[in-house]
């Protein structure tokens, strides 16, 4: 399994931006597609993106147009940039990864490696 550390989260008004990091430990980063996922208190664990291994990427439509995945396979990291915050956007962001996908990229029980997440919160 791949280790996963977020960073990044924190504590910013409706309308700012945050950008969140996953730091992957694992010699071959680029074979794995990395997912972001968040989960609100009370909520099931809901996709937000992801980055295929050949750097293809999709979006919640909540988020689209807002928020922006990009990978870095030298420094083993994903990025995720999230612009125009909304309330409606504080939960727990979790990054996770696959080397293989049996399922959709979509659902968290498609992935194998999880992070402990790193908590956001809009204010409003």
């Known amino acids: 399994q791949v280790q996963l550390v977020e960073s990044g989260g924190g504590l910013v008004q409706a309308g700012g931006s945050l950008r969140l990091s996953c730091a992957a430990s694992v010699r071959t980063f680029s074979s794995y597609a990395i997912g972001w996922f968040r989960q609100a208190p009370g909520k099931e664990r809901e996709f937000v993106s992801v980055?295929?291994?050949?750097?293809?990427?999709s979006y919640a439509d909540s988020v689209k147009g807002r928020f922006t995945i990009s990978r870095d396979n030298a420094k083993n990291t994903v990025s995720l940039q999230m612009n125009s915050l909304k309330p409606e956007d504080t939960a727990v962001y979790h990054c996770a990864a696959v080397r293989w996908a049996a399922g959709s990229y979509y659902q968290p029980s498609s992935y194998d490696s999880w992070g402990q997440g790193t908590q956001v919160t809009v204010s409003s």
């Open positions: 980055i295929r291994t050949g750097g293809s990427t």
